[in-house]
């Protein structure tokens, strides 16, 4: 399906005027990213599939849900079935809480411990991951929420062995804190003896968790990878990210998950076309000067490095009328220069493809970032972040909202 770029396009039945006449601007500089919201409900309803009924999803939202935005992406995760959110920021607590959902929400370590009550009045459910952390819930004067963060092994942030025995204790003799659940992160899934030494230290601190008097704690340690990988550590919940948004894996991984991508394409459109003689020289993105021998037909697109693309090269290829043409010298802020010297009827307007499918050929993001030099799970949330929205697929009007 071939977007229309236009108002009609734009975040079908909205009703925020201001909102939908910035997104019309922003759509007039054409470069957009295609959204497909009917992959997201597909994508829950494969990781249900894997994980079983009992085990609870937290859909994890964190760096404004990929860039999808955490809003729009908590609404239609929720419609699907998640069980819950996992944030990456205040801000975005608050983001996921103005959809209304009454779904707990889990805010991963990413504030000072003084201002985990303050985040705990937004409406999220803390992390409790240090002894500063547990002193300042400790000295909260109001109810708060928490999940224990331990630290199996991954180096980034969770009390140590050694740790939480203790804090699992005074959390427990609390009466203002209710400890919700336990969970912890796998530092290198595809190595299965590290990943399972790993597990047998987070089954250590749960047994702990009991023995200080948790009852029914949710139990976390699988993200996208362990979910698929190993089946024996999904426990009674699991935070997969990269699993609903169908981006970010290998592409075996997508296969066996039976994944379909909310990214479906990022596109732009010629804006001007000029002929080179040869001998002329180009300094194409202030790099250096290329010298063409026997003429060029170039084209510019307005889609640069501010999209989430690269400044230098390899810069890969895009698609205009079917055939790939390369992009060339450095791509600057907000454009791309591209050599169409073997199509002589290109012209403004033309439909540009840098990820997605044109005719019979197509640049899916594996090839896009093996051809840019940029891991998949960093290109992704960057050209949906960055790029303007355009929802296409099934479910577009219900799930494809954004203000």
């Not at 470069?31 to 829950?44: C, K, T, Y």
């Not at 050694?162 to 804190?177: I, N, S, T, Y």
Request: hydrophobic fraction near 40%; proline fraction near 6%; charge should be neutral.
């Amino acid at each position: 399906m071939t977007a229309q770029v236009g108002l009609s396009a734009i975040d079908p039945g909205h009703n925020r005027t201001d909102c939908r006449r910035h997104d019309l601007a922003r759509l007039l500089r054409p470069s957009w990213a295609e959204l497909d919201f009917g992959a997201l409900s597909r994508n829950v309803a494969a990781t249900r599939s894997l994980v079983g009924r009992d085990v609870r999803i937290y859909f994890v939202c964190k760096g404004d849900g990929f860039g999808f935005g955490a809003a729009a992406v908590a609404s239609a995760a929720e419609r699907a079935g998640v069980d819950g959110f996992c944030a990456g920021s205040p801000d975005e607590v608050v983001s996921i809480r103005s959809t209304g959902t009454t779904l707990p929400v889990l805010l991963f370590a990413s504030t000072t411990p003084g201002d985990l009550p303050a985040a705990a009045r937004l409406g999220a459910t803390v992390t409790v991951q240090s002894m500063a952390d547990m002193d300042a819930v400790l000295a909260a004067g109001e109810r708060i929420e928490v999940f224990v963060e331990v630290d199996c092994g991954l180096g980034r942030y969770g009390l140590r062995p050694k740790q939480w025995p203790g804090v699992l204790q005074r959390l427990r003799a609390a009466d203002h804190v209710r400890v919700r659940g336990l969970y912890s992160h796998l530092s290198t899934p595809d190595d299965p003896g590290v990943s399972r030494q790993q597990a047998e230290l987070f089954r250590q601190a749960a047994a702990d968790a009991a023995a200080a008097g948790h009852d029914d704690l949710i139990l976390m340690l699988a993200s996208s990878r362990v979910v698929l990988a190993y089946p024996d550590m999904l426990f009674n919940a699991v935070d997969p990210g990269r699993l609903i948004y169908g981006g970010g894996l290998d592409e075996n991984w997508m296969e066996i998950g039976g994944l379909s991508p909310l990214l479906t394409a990022v596109k732009s459109r010629v804006i001007q076309v000029q002929e080179h003689p040869p001998g002329t020289v180009l300094g194409i993105g202030y790099g250096a000067p290329i010298a063409i021998e026997r003429g060029m037909r170039t084209a510019v697109a307005p889609i640069g490095f501010w999209d989430g693309l690269n400044h230098i090269p390899p810069l890969g290829e895009v698609l205009i009328h079917g055939r790939r043409c390369p992009v060339l010298g450095r791509r600057t802020f907000q454009h791309s220069v591209i050599d169409v010297t073997g199509i002589a009827d290109v012209a403004p307007g033309d439909e540009v493809v840098v990820l997605g499918r044109q005719g019979t050929e197509k640049i899916s993001i594996h090839d896009l970032a093996g051809a840019i030099g940029i891991t998949v799970i960093e290109l992704v949330p960057r050209l949906a972040r960055s790029l303007p929205h355009v929802y296409v697929g099934q479910g577009q009007e219900r799930d494809g909202r954004r203000g």
